[in-house]
Each structure stands twice: as structure tokens, then as C-alpha cells.
């Protein structure tokens, strides 16, 4: 897109207005309001292309930014004084921009990334990539109605649905017209948000009269966000996009996947593992999911009969490696005879200890923004297997985040009254807040991190705050708990999704949410001295 707005006008002149709320952190803040409020969440520019045909130039870009930290009023009175490009000229100036060979007007790629082998990448051959697939997450367009905290609500709303789907069907069929043609063109679906979220898919379904049934072994466990697990209808008819999510992981398979921030993401890059299914948005950003092994289908079921039973039962598939022979190959050689005993799980690990490098995201951000992962080969062996070792402890944390340890420091404080009451009364949470503390230069209260109120009779004290360190897709770890373990209404629906259900329905265990914050508190100081004592990134 850049490229062709550079080959088709002769000046272009770019007045950024900012106002991305789709940001978090001092990045959110600066960002500030947007000239249309709350009319949009996404950034809003002034572009103004020009195309003279009696001009010699060629994409001339002039480009100026409205400044960090401006309200809606105080961006539109700006706007109002410049009033034209003449304005902009004569108060501030136009910033020249050229662009690089990638077509990158800002945030500039080093070129050296593309030295190194991809990831993976859908256009490249094999034998010149990592992992033979990557996939996203699933994508049901319809996520208060396809995922749920309690299977049983989950599986009532879908029945719901799939009920009143049916009726709309039959009504469409039923309805004189004098032709199927105008039928179909005339006929409004009920849009009721209490009974049905349509969707394209959906839409085309109805529309070819095909009829849904309930499926009571679609109900399956997925990563909805980190540290965050709730079950989801795994049926193609009501998920807008499966992807090969499903396939990575066949029921009763073992699987590991490493995914990464995807592709125009507006939070710093950053990576995690899961050995389950997970959602296509792991919060701000898609992500790209890359797999250790391959589930290659040897019997005759359909596709359709796999993902709609939730993966093919027992049997029937042969496990493969899904990095390429081509990829070990590439690192053994970047070692020689030292190289030579190098595995694909040692490389698959690798992977995951060098993608947490600072030095490493810091030094390729420009280029991890715009494009898949490539994996550079330390200049050292030893430097390697450090990688792939410490990438063995984050994966060995991250896997089992939900059994670690508590971090033993923090204090669980209760109210003593309730000591006799049940469980469920008294570990029910709704929303933790942080506590709050007067800072001592403006004598107003402030968020304070190293306390978090769990619900009215218990708080927990001592919180580390080195612990909000470790940041998965744009938020601390411990942010990630705080925000998912709450009960949420959907205003359109009404549908509700509450944290409890999961604890005591699944889990089995009431005081669920408040060790799974103890837990990732754990996971997360270990995290962060794993990282610390990465190697320092020398590259071949």
C-alpha cells in the first residue's frame, strides 16, 4: 500500500492525529484522546494525496504529528488554528520522510534480520524455514457465545442459538415469495442479541438452508487468554475460522506450541507456549502459533467429522516433527562437530529462551512489528544450549503455571468472621482491584502494585513488584489474572462468563482464583531472573 501511494502521486502530505486505544502503558498515554472521542478506538490521520501531472516528482512525502498527550479539544482547536497544509508549513513544518526498500515510511526494518532463517512463512519453501506450519488461533467472531467459563452455560447458550438458527431457517423456507432468488433477497434475519450473534458464515449457512444440530462432544478446553482457560464449542459450523489449531491438537494428543505477537501488532512483541488449543486473539494482538509435532490423519474419517467430535477419538494418526530437516540441518552446520547431536526439541526450545532475549526484541522491534519471527545462530555452542536451556525452565514454568509453587512472600490477609463460612463464599471473587496510596509528590491517591484486593474479606499483601515485569501481549502476567478472574456480563446478550464457574465446575476448587495469582506471581519472578540470565546476543 505504501508503495503504490509513492509510484501513483506526485506529493503526499500526512497529518497524523493520533488517538490509538488499541495501546497500553505510557505508549496509551501518549497517544491520548481521539478527535472523534469514543466515536473509534483506532488512530485517525489527515491525508491529503495530490497527483500533478505536469509535477516531475514522485512521492514526496511530508508528514507531521500532532503531539503526544492532547485531549479531543485540545487536538481540534489545534486542528482548527493550522486550518491547511500552508498552516502546517508556516507554524511547524513538514517532516520530509523516504522511504526504505521495504516501503517503511517510520520504525525502519534492520536489514540484517533478513539474513537469518524464518520461522516460518507461508510463501517460503521448506527447506529454507523452521516449522513447516504456523496457524492462528480459533476465531469464532462470536466469542461471548463461543467460549464460557462453565461448560454448562456454554453448552445452554449454544443450544439457544442453534435453536433459534433453526427457526429463522424454517421461517426463510416457509416464506411466500416467487422465487427462492427474491426469498433470499428480501428476507431480514432476526437479530435479537439475546438469542443469536449472526456472522458471515453463519449467514451463508442459513442461506444455503442448512440446518445445525448440538454436538455434545464439542465441548472442548482452550487457552482463551493467558492464563486464562475456558471452554470452547469446537464446531465448524458456529467458528467463523478453525484454523489448524485443531489438528495440533488431536483429542487426546500431546502437543506443544510456541506463539508470537502476529503481524501489525500495536503491543511490544512477545511470546508464550501452551499445551492446548488457544484463541486466535490472546488480548491486544493475534498471534501466530508454531508447533513442536504434526498429527498426520492415516484412517478415512472426514474433516468435518473430526473437528465437529472434537478431534477423531482414539487412534488414527501418526505424529511427525513439525520443524524441518532443513532447519536442524541449518544450526547443526552453524556449529560443526559440536553442533552435531543438536535435536529438534533442543532447537524448538531454543527458540523459545532466544525469542525472550531483550537485547534480541529490542534490536529487531522495527521488524518483529511488520513480519513473522527469523532465528539468528548464536555465535557460540555453549551460547545455543544456554538458549535452549533456559527456554526448557520458561516452558517448564509457563506449561505448568497452574501447579507451581505460590510465591511465598505474599501475604494472604482475611477478615477472621469468616472463617467458618463455605468456600465458595469465601474465595468468590468479582473483580480485584489494586489498593490504593497517597504518592508523596502530588498527595493523591495512586495505585499501589504490591497490594491487590481479592474481593471484601480477603487482600493480598507483599506483591513483588518485580513480578509485573514479566509481560505477555501487552500486559504484565499478573494484569492478565486480575482481568479474567472477575465475572463479566455481556450487555448485548446478557450472557454472563464468571471466573467461579471454572474454579468450582472444572477445577473443583473454589480458592482457584486467588492461587492462580499467587502462582503466576511465582511464575512470573522466575521469569524474569530466566531472562536476566539469558546469554548476550552475538550472532554469526
Not at 500533478?52 to 516528482?57: G, I, L, R, Y
Request: aromatic share 10%; net charge positive; proline share 4%.
Amino acid at each position: 500500500m505504501r508503495k503504490c501511494l509513492v509510484e501513483e502521486f506526485s506529493s503526499l502530505y500526512v497529518f497524523h492525529l493520533r488517538g490509538n486505544a488499541r495501546t497500553s502503558g505510557e505508549l496509551r498515554r501518549r497517544e491520548k484522546d481521539n478527535v472523534f472521542g469514543q466515536g473509534t478506538r483506532t488512530p485517525v490521520a489527515i491525508s491529503i494525496l495530490v497527483k500533478n501531472p505536469q509535477s516531475q516528482d514522485r512521492g514526496k512525502i511530508r508528514f507531521h504529528d500532532i503531539g503526544d498527550y492532547l485531549t479531543t479539544a485540545q487536538k481540534l482547536e489545534k486542528i482548527a488554528r493550522l486550518r491547511s497544509v500552508a498552516g502546517i508549513s508556516e507554524d511547524a513544518g513538514w517532516q520530509a520522510i523516504s522511504p526504505d526498500e521495504h516501503g517503511d515510511w517510520f520504525n525502519k526494518r534492520d536489514s540484517t534480520f533478513l539474513t537469518f532463517i524464518a520461522a516460518g512463512g507461508r510463501e517460503i519453501a521448506e527447506d529454507s524455514k523452521i516449522f513447516k506450519v504456523q496457524s492462528g488461533g480459533i476465531k469464532s467472531n462470536r466469542d461471548t457465545w463461543a467460549f464460557n467459563r462453565s461448560r454448562t452455560i456454554l453448552e445452554s447458550n449454544v443450544r439457544r442459538s442453534i435453536d433459534f438458527y433453526n427457526s429463522e431457517r424454517l421461517r426463510l423456507q416457509n416464506l411466500e415469495t416467487s422465487s427462492l432468488a427474491d426469498t433470499q433477497k428480501n428476507f431480514e434475519t432476526n437479530n435479537d442479541p439475546k438469542s443469536i450473534s449472526w456472522t458471515r458464515g453463519l449467514r451463508e449457512r442459513l442461506q444455503k438452508g442448512r440446518k445445525l444440530t448440538f454436538s455434545p462432544d464439542a465441548s472442548r478446553k482452550a487457552l482463551y487468554r493467558p492464563f486464562t482457560r475456558e471452554w470452547v464449542y469446537l464446531d465448524s459450523s458456529l467458528i467463523e475460522v478453525m484454523s489448524k489449531i485443531p489438528a495440533f491438537f488431536r483429542d487426546g494428543k500431546e502437543n506443544i506450541v510456541i506463539w508470537t505477537t502476529g503481524i501489525g501488532a500495536t503491543v511490544p512483541y512477545s511470546c508464550w507456549i501452551s499445551n492446548e488449543m488457544c484463541g486466535l486473539q490472546q488480548g491486544p494482538a493475534a498471534v501466530q502459533h508454531f508447533p513442536l509435532y504434526l498429527y498426520e490423519r492415516t484412517d478415512e474419517a472426514s474433516d468435518t467429522e473430526l473437528f465437529s467430535k472434537g478431534g477423531g477419538g482414539e487412534g488414527g494418526y501418526t505424529r511427525r516433527d513439525a520443524i524441518t530437516d532443513g532447519g536442524l540441518e541449518h544450526f547443526r552446520a552453524a556449529y560443526g562437530k559440536a553442533g552435531a547431536g543438536i535435536t529438534k526439541e533442543d532447537l524448538f526450545y531454543y527458540i523459545y529462551g532466544l525469542l525472550h532475549s531483550p537485547e534480541y526484541r529490542s534490536r529487531y522491534a522495527d521488524n518483529l512489528s511488520k513480519e513473522l519471527p527469523r532465528i539468528p545462530a548464536v555465535k557460540k555452542f555453549a551460547d545455543f544450549m544456554a538458549f535452549s536451556k533456559a527456554g526448557r525452565e520458561l516452558a517448564d514454568w509457563h506449561l505448568n503455571y497452574e501447579t507451581s509453587a505460590v510465591h511465598p512472600d505474599i501475604v494472604v490477609e482475611e477478615v477472621k468472621s469468616l472463617e467458618a463460612a463455605t468456600e465458595s463464599h469465601r474465595y468468590r471473587v468479582e473483580k480485584m482491584k489494586y489498593g490504593k496510596k497517597k504518592d508523596p509528590e502530588t498527595n493523591k491517591n495512586v495505585p499501589d502494585k504490591t497490594t491487590v484486593i481479592y474481593n471484601s474479606h480477603i487482600t493480598l499483601r507483599n506483591i513483588p513488584l518485580e513480578a509485573y515485569d514479566y509481560v505477555v501481549n501487552g500486559k504484565p502476567a499478573l494484569d492478565w489474572v486480575m482481568e479474567r478472574q472477575s465475572v463479566k456480563t455481556d450487555k448485548a446478550s446478557g450472557i454472563v462468563n464468571d471466573a467461579n464457574d471454572w474454579a468450582t465446575e472444572t477445577m473443583g476448587d473454589a480458592k482457584y482464583p486467588m492461587e492462580l495469582f499467587l502462582r503466576v506471581a511465582q511464575v512470573s519472578v522466575e521469569t524474569v531472573k530466566i531472562v536476566n540470565g539469558l546469554p548476550k546476543l552475538e550472532i554469526n
